[in-house]
């Protein structure tokens, strides 16, 4: 039913920055809460930030606090995450998801996207 599109990964030194965007289509946009997960090899699917319907309502896991900024664009369907100060542990496949309800846990979310790397040297 939705369909949600990560770009904006890719190989970035320690202490530098990306944008990443995610792109929903298929559903409401403004009708669902937004987050972003992140996975790296051989660990569990972590939260790393969410923001509400309005955006009324944004939190952050601590290892990211200070340095991402999670935004979303309801007029152009698009959620965002502004990594600032990249560190080699912020190295993951990074997912946005969607969903009704949803905090900070990954089952809370109903549609996800494919996923964009981010490497972060050292």
């Known amino acids: 039913q939705v369909q949600l599109v990560e770009s904006g990964g890719g190989l970035v030194q320690a202490g530098g920055s990306l944008r990443l965007s995610c792109a929903a289509s298929?559903?409401?946009?403004?009708?669902?809460?937004m987050g972003w997960f992140r996975q790296a090899p051989g660990k569990e699917r972590e939260f790393v930030a969410t923001?509400?319907?309005?955006?009324?309502?944004?939190y952050y896991a601590d290892s990211v606090k200070g340095r991402f900024t999670i935004s979303r664009d309801n007029a152009k369907n698009t959620v965002y995450l502004q990594m600032n100060s990249l560190k080699p542990e912020d190295t993951a496949v990074y997912y946005c998801?969607?969903?009704?309800?949803?905090?900070?846990?990954?089952?809370?979310?109903?549609?996800w996207g494919q996923g964009t790397q981010v490497t972060v040297s050292s």
């Open positions: 998801a969607a969903g009704t309800y949803a905090y900070t846990t990954a089952t809370e979310y109903d549609y």
């Open positions: 298929g559903g409401t946009f403004s009708s669902y809460t």
């Open positions: 923001i509400s319907r309005g955006s009324g309502r944004i």
